[in-house]
Every structure is written in C-alpha cells, then in structure tokens.
C-alpha cells in the first residue's frame, strides 16, 4: 500500500464499457511525515469516495483489481482507504481533524 493526497479529478468522455461510472483521481504520492508531496503522480481509481485534499492510501498491480468496484476492470491503482491518522514514534504525523495542506 502506499500513500497519496488526491489532487483532483481525472475526465475521461470516451472509455472502455467497464470503466464507465467509475470516479477517476489524480494522486501525489507524499512523505508520510512531512506529508510532502513528491512529485509522483498517478491517475487512480476511487473505491471508497475520497475527495480532494485527503490523505488515501492506494494499491498498484493485482491488488488494484480485487476491490467490489475493480473486479474484472482494467485497474492499475485503486485508492482503497481513506487515513484518518498517522503515527510515527509515539507522535501524530497526520491526523484527519486537523489537517494541514
């Protein structure tokens, strides 16, 4: 699993039948303690309604198709939580309810 903020949205008008409906976002894959972004962006697909700012956690490979919503689906990254917190040496890195972009 690996860490991503969404960025934004991802349009696509014109899609293979068994994409259409899903949500497409833009992740930056982050530092998770100075939750830096790194300059290395992915087009994911959305599994659980993440919005833009958050903190997700996604996966790449097989694993992105073995969710209910990318079974049998051309996936290569799915963002399958959403992160509430993170912990790194008994102190908080992140937490969701007093987030900072």
């Known amino acids: 699993m690996l860490l ?8 696509s008008t ?6 259409k409906g899903l949500k497409l ?6 530092d998770p303690v100075s939750l830096k972004g790194k300059g ?10 993440a919005n833009a700012g958050e903190i997700v ?5 097989s694993s992105a198709r073995m969710t209910e ?9 799915t963002i399958i939580a ?9 102190a908080f890195t992140y ?3 007093v987030a900072r972009e």
């Open 4 to 11: 991503a903020r969404v960025k934004g949205t991802v349009v």
């Open 14 to 19: 014109h899609k293979t039948d068994s994409m």
């Open 25 to 30: 976002l833009l992740l930056e894959k982050i």
């Open 40 to 49: 290395d962006y992915v087009v994911g697909i959305d599994s659980v309604g």
């Open 57 to 61: 956690f996604f996966v790449t490979g």
């Open 69 to 77: 919503t990318t079974k049998g689906k051309p996936s290569d990254a």
């Open 82 to 90: 959403i992160v509430d917190a993170i912990e790194k040496d008994g």
């Open 95 to 97: 937490q969701k309810s």
